[in-house]
């Protein structure tokens, strides 16, 4: 019988040790949470320079403190930036009552907004910047726009990643980028790589805008048009979601090219690779409905894992010149 077991046991160690996909495990409640708090009615959609986007920062801010992510050089987690609105553009980004008004004597306005970073020191100094965007559209026509897929899940998926490879060590020095006005141009994250000290270690941006929401589970990574090298340590992974590669090639004419449709196209312009997680555009996109009880739970936590099982590659082959 001792034997039996033995063998029973040996057989068991030998299947475990075989199985080079790696389980990725997080705290499901936690990321659920945190999506939850972010799309909460209390932050009033998050609009760029309003209380409510001020609210979410302050909240990231706390959650990186916690998670012990160390602060970028030059700032602390918060890091502001100004921003003048001609006074036309403010008028048609926050339409007043009369829509017929003259405003041709609106004045400028500047206004303060800020994103949010932490990161965890790899062993390298080469950085993967990881990022999803803080704001969304605030309330329009007395409705909270409340942002839940757009973006609260790529910020909210920040946190679990980080959480991830406090535990885990990475190689890379990991950027954790929680970027403001988004929707109005990329502001933030364009005001950070501008002022980015070591931006020529980057080696990768990985961008997480909309990753909650898709009733198929299909969830695209794009960028491999343009930055074919990064197909390998992607195109393996199990997950019971399914991974779709494309919207990243202008000729296509069939799927929408998102080469430059958020944050990654900043990185992408200073020619740092990318790649964009992401799903099509749902019916609730850029609508009130885009709520914390419309999202894919399930699917949002199998992508959050998939998602951190591909940084982890990326993390592990980078390096080697692929
Ligand atoms: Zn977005």
Known sequence: MKTKFLLLFLFT??????????????????LLESIKILSH????????????????????????????????AGHEYVQEFPYTFSGKRRQRMFPIKNANEDFSN??????????????????????????GHLDHLGI?????????????????????IAEYFKKNKPQHTLVFAAVDAEEIGSLGADYWLKNYKNKQDIVLNINMDMIAHNDSLRLFAAGLYHYPQLKKPIENIESPITLLFGHDNPKNKKLEDWTFSSDHRIFHKEKIPFIYFG???????H??????????????IDAVKLIINAIENYDNSLNKNL
Do not use: W
């Open 287 to 300: 609508k009130p409905t885009d709520t914390f009880e419309n999202i894919n739970k399930e699917f949002y």
């Open 41 to 72: 009615d209390s932050l009033e959609g998050r609009g760029f320079s309003k209380p409510g986007n001020y609210k979410a920062q302050q909240f990231i801010a706390n959650q990186f403190k916690e998670i012990g992510l160390e602060k970028i």
């Open 106 to 131: 609106v004045t400028d306005t500047t206004v303060i907004g800020g994103n949010v970073v932490g990161k965890i020191a790899g062993k390298i100094k080469k950085t993967i910047v990881i990022t």
């Open 279 to 285: 799903v099509e555009d749902h019916k609730d996109y």
């Open 140 to 160: 329009k026509g007395g409705k909270i726009y409340n942002g839940a897929d757009d973006d609260a899940s790529g910020t909210a998926a920040l946190f679990a």
């Open 13 to 30: 160690i030998a299947i475990i040790s075989c199985n080079t996909d790696k389980t990725i495990t997080i705290n499901n409640a936690m």
